[in-house]
């Protein structure tokens, strides 16, 4: 067997026997790992607390025919004001799903591993309401899935965009217009996204355009992977009594 | 000889506790503080609370903890039925009792945002060091909180 060194961003882990535990982790030199991790569960353990999902941990792990073994973790950044924050982790736990949706085993992703670990810094920083809907439309330029956001993806026509439709691989004039209708702040949020004005998006707070802005990241990302994201569909953030299960309001 | 006397069990009535009668010895307990409510994810929570013999109040079993990567969400746990029993109940604390882990956490804020509004105090158990453990030995996490957490020393 040989063993490896790597860094991961830990997925989940479930329980495995007594002590033990399965972790899932993506990775930029091996892709997607699935590691027991030996005696986790016991108290006196340090690897299990750093083997928390969210973390960023450098990792030791012998490689194994089905499962690699976890020798060593030492933790990088545990990005504890996104574990602490309900709208944060929402996010980052869609960016986790996603990223691991993207990922193989055995196949290196340096690009999409350092995308994952840049986007869960800024979002321990500062609670970016765009950063959600900005991670999924690079995650799809660099998967090669980048939309077509300066002109008509149809017809080529330089005119007002009005309409997105993935499978037209991106924004549409009215003309040509199917799927889904887009407000023309979306479109600019996304053209500035994709166009080098990241930061300043980044900084900009929350508004209507910025929710479409998201949503239509999330479709086009569900499009692409031809599945549900399970983590949208159960948000986390701002529940009320109204919005609970058998609320009030339900 | 080992008799093992299997009786069946079921969930209580009022806090899914598993048990062998409709209430379990717990809620049938005139003395136990019906103010105080504890949520756990699992009933084998209860049975480590109660071995402190620390908390004289009642309990709520919550049947699992939020996982939205797995898609668990507040309508797969007794939400509903927490909610029910702290408006028909006279609960004046709620106390989220749920794993130091990042689904228990974040059950925790969940809850702690559902039921603020309700009017009733909501508390989170602290989470710290293992006594008798050695703090060179400590994972960062768990040693950064315990630091946050820190209380003023009664001398
Ligand atoms: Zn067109
Ligand atoms: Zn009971």
Redesign the interface.
Known sequence: MAQYRDEGVV??TIRLGEADRIVTMVSPEHGKIRAVAKGVRK??S?????L????HVSLLCWQGRELDVVTQVE?ID?F?PV????HR??AA??M??IVEQFSLEHHPMPELFTMLVRALETLERTAAPMLLGAFCWKVLALEGFAPVVDSCARCGEDGELVAFDAADGGFLCRRCRRGQAVSPGAVELVRRVLGGGLAGVLGEPAGPAAQEMEHLATSAVELHLDRRL??T??H?A????SS????QGA | MIVEVKEKTVLCSACFNVTVSPLCPICADPRRDATQLCVVEDPRDIVAVERTREFRGRYHVLGGA?S????????QLR??EL??RIEADEVAEVILCTNP???G??TA??LA??LR??GVKVTRIASGL?VG?DLE??????L?RALEGRREVDA
């Open positions: 997925i989940r108290t006196k340090r690897i299990g607390a750093r928390e999902p969210l973390s933790l545990a504890r574990r602490e924050d309900l982790l929402g736990m869609t986790l799903e399970r983590t569909r159960h986390l701002e529940p009320s009594a609970a299960p058998g609320g | 939020l939205p990567i797995e898609g668990v969400g507040p309508e939400v509903r909610l029910a882990n990042l689904e956490d974040a804020m969940y945002r559902l509004p309700l293992p453990g030995y400590a994972d960062e996490l768990t950064g």
